[in-house]
């Protein structure tokens, strides 16, 4: 009675992955009892791979990703082991060479005393899907640039997207229609300053 990725709203949450390869074998054991730190980072880079299959049969493309928000990385691990992050960073790090900054995430690693199967860790993942207000569904899309805004009691990033491919027929906020500007008449100047950067971007690309 359970799936291997739920979404709701932007946010897809993924159930809990192990090191399974390819031909069906996992990787047991404990960490600090017979299973090294190497062993350990391999394991996890698995359990990204593995995790990422999943999304990519939810999604179709991988591009659809905004962000990776959250990591919950659990360690098969002896009482006295206490480097499971460095276990986990190969889950961390085959995610960011995957989706670059986007796959930067807030993290949790911690040490169990048992999981399922005997398996050396098990991974779970919250990702952010591109957030669709135009109204159309996005099938492929690319980072543009990501812009940050420091005020005194937050920061504020916001990340833009070059969109590709889509279905339908995009529309404003609240149905508003669109105005359709060609890049070479871009205007920096008619935008509010904020936009200015994103426009100035565009106009210089090829």
């Known amino acids: 009675n359970y799936v291997n990725g739920v979404q709701t709203g932007n946010l897809i949450f993924l159930a809990g992955k192990g090191p399974k390869r390819p031909d069906g074998t996992e990787i047991h054991g404990k960490l600090g009892a017979g299973i090294t730190i190497e062993e350990g980072y391999e394991a996890a880079r698995i359990t990204a791979i593995n995790q990422l ?11 659809r990703v905004v962000r990776v928000v959250k990591v919950l990385g659990m360690v098969n691990a002896d009482p006295d082991f206490v480097d499971q992050p460095a276990v986990i960073n ?4 085959l995610i960011v060479e995957v989706f670059g900054d986007r796959g930067r995430h807030a993290r949790a690693a911690v040490g169990m005393a048992f999981l399922p199967r005997g398996q050396a860790v098990e991974i779970e993942t919250v990702v952010g899907e591109l957030a669709e207000e135009l109204g159309i569904e996005v099938t492929r899309c690319a980072t543009f640039m990501n812009l ?8 504020v990033t916001i990340e833009f997207f070059i969109v ?6 995009p529309v404003g906020r609240e ?8 890049r070479e008449k871009l205007d920096a100047n008619e935008l509010l300053p904020a936009d200015v950067p994103v426009v100035e971007a565009l106009q210089q690309q090829h």
């Not at 940050?148 to 920061?155: A, C, T």
């Not at 590709?164 to 027929?169: A, G, L, N, P, Q």
């Open 53 to 63: 299959s999943v999304l990519k049969a939810m999604l179709g493309d991988l591009s």
């Open 148 to 155: 940050r805004h420091e005020y005194d009691d937050r920061i």
């Open 175 to 182: 149905g508003q229609a669109l105005r359709w500007v060609p």
């Open 164 to 169: 590709s491919d889509w279905v339908s027929e």
């Open 90 to 93: 190969g889950f961390s790090d």
